[in-house]
């Protein structure tokens, strides 16, 4: 599988897949600290809005959930010419009417976003684009997510016995089998000690990546 640039709307894997990959990093690198972080928050994590990404430097993007099979995925790496483009691109054309408009219109107000994808019906769309645009961000911004390898290398960090930690991770929240049991003995901080649980065991919940899971276990 490849990326394009720029982009086309079938680079991107299925939402669920996408969703799963996200939403287990996010739930890795969960901490209290940065739940409580009032200032411009940076790495992976999921709140009401959905799942985020910032590096707090060349790329951060967005990626939610808008009703039943529908989905939106936006933001910006520093590779997108959407908006340097003369005339700059229109990356609302086209778009499904419950898109989150009022946000995307105060990113484009404020030149910080890159591109926009949405997916309902079974497939996913973005606007039309010139055909001599170079990129619009999203093979560089995405690839971490889009491509499996890629997204344990980013879980190897956290995990405890690196690769196949990550891939023990990785198969239980494509099964929706991810629980807290299996986050606490596999699960390290970045200075490898412990990690906080009672983030990730919030995390966790909010993802979906455990059907299952029972809301007394392991409180937080």
Not at 127 to 139: N, Q, T, V, W
Not at 179 to 190: D, F, G, I, S, Y
Request: hydrophobic share 40%.
């Amino acid at each position: 599988m490849t990326i394009h640039r720029p982009g086309l709307p079938t680079d991107l894997p299925g939402p669920d897949l996408l969703w799963t990959r996200w939403a287990l990093a996010a739930v890795v690198q969960a901490t209290t600290e940065a739940e409580d972080d009032g200032v411009h928050r940076t790495g992976v994590w999921i709140d009401d809005e959905g799942l985020h990404l910032d590096d707090c430097g060349c790329t951060w993007w967005t990626f939610s959930r808008v009703g039943e099979g529908r989905y939106v995925l936006f933001g910006e790496d520093e590779s997108s010419g959407c908006k340097w483009y003369e005339p700059p691109v229109d990356m609302l054309a086209g778009g499904p009417d419950w898109l989150p408009y009022e946000e995307l219109r105060d990113r484009l107000a404020g030149n910080e976003l890159g591109c926009v994808y949405w997916y309902e019906d079974g497939a996913w769309g973005r606007a039309p684009y010139p055909e001599d645009l170079d990129d619009d961000g999203l093979d560089c911004g995405m690839s971490r997510f889009v491509f499996r390898a890629e997204t344990l290398l980013l879980l190897a960090d956290h995990v405890a016995y690196d690769r196949p930690a990550a891939e023990l991770l990785m198969a239980a929240a494509e099964g929706h089998r991810l629980t807290p049991e299996l986050l606490a003995a596999h699960v390290v901080a970045e200075d490898r000690g412990d990690p906080d649980l009672p983030a990730m065991v919030r995390a966790l919940r909010r993802t979906g990546l455990d059907r299952e899971a029972e809301a007394g276990q392991l409180q937080a």
